[in-house]
């Protein structure tokens, strides 16, 4: 993902909008402290209104934290890895777990990128290989093996599964236990 750095006018733009945010949470947290009506917020000692400034940072850092593991969750959902997420956020994949240990679903050990199907009274097994791609291995009904594999991968689990499940349904028995 190219990185994502902002013009100055895109800045200077985010600032004026981030300050017309900040400048209602700051007066409300300032009346709120000191009993005093809203609009009479800047009339305060500098110290005390500088404070409450600071205040309504630390109230917006509170929510843009929980606003990007939102984000996160929501881009892990949709298959984003850790090295994506961390990639994005300019640290690297364990930064990214560590950051948002939830974002992304690991799969339950032991079934990490294996699988078995069983149709057509025959059974196949789906195994992720090390390049990512997956790979599977079938018996039919009718006790034919699948071919050796041949180093054929392909994208997805998916598509391994409906060559697999092809070849579970050419080797299925019929009702009367023929192929």
């Not at 000692?45 to 606003?67: F, G, I, N, T, Y």
């Not at 961390?86 to 640290?91: E, H, K, L, Q, R």
């Not at 994949?93 to 948002?100: E, N, S, V």
Request: aromatic share 6%; with cysteine; proline share 4%.
């Amino acid at each position: 993902m190219a990185d994502a750095e902002i013009t100055p006018e895109e800045r200077t733009e985010l600032d004026k909008t981030l300050y017309d945010a900040l400048n209602p949470l700051a007066s409300a947290i300032r009346s709120r402290e000191t009993g005093l009506a809203v609009d009479r917020m800047w009339e305060a000692d500098p110290v005390e209104v500088a404070l409450s400034v600071l205040a309504a940072w630390k109230v917006m850092d509170v929510e843009v934290r929980r606003l990007t593991a939102r984000a996160a969750a929501t881009a892990g959902s949709y298959g984003a890895s850790y090295e994506q997420l961390g990639a994005v956020w300019g640290i690297t994949r364990q930064g990214a777990r560590k950051k948002w240990p939830d974002a992304v679903s690991r799969p339950a050990p032991g079934t990490a990128g294996r699988s078995t199907l069983a149709l057509f009274g025959g059974t196949a097994e789906l195994v992720q290989a090390s390049s990512g791609g997956w790979a599977w291995t079938g018996r039919g009904a009718d006790g034919t093996s699948s071919p050796v594999a041949d180093g054929t991968c392909h994208a997805t689990a998916e598509e391994a599964a409906a060559h697999a499940g092809a070849f579970l349904k050419e080797h299925a028995l019929d009702a009367g236990g023929r192929p």
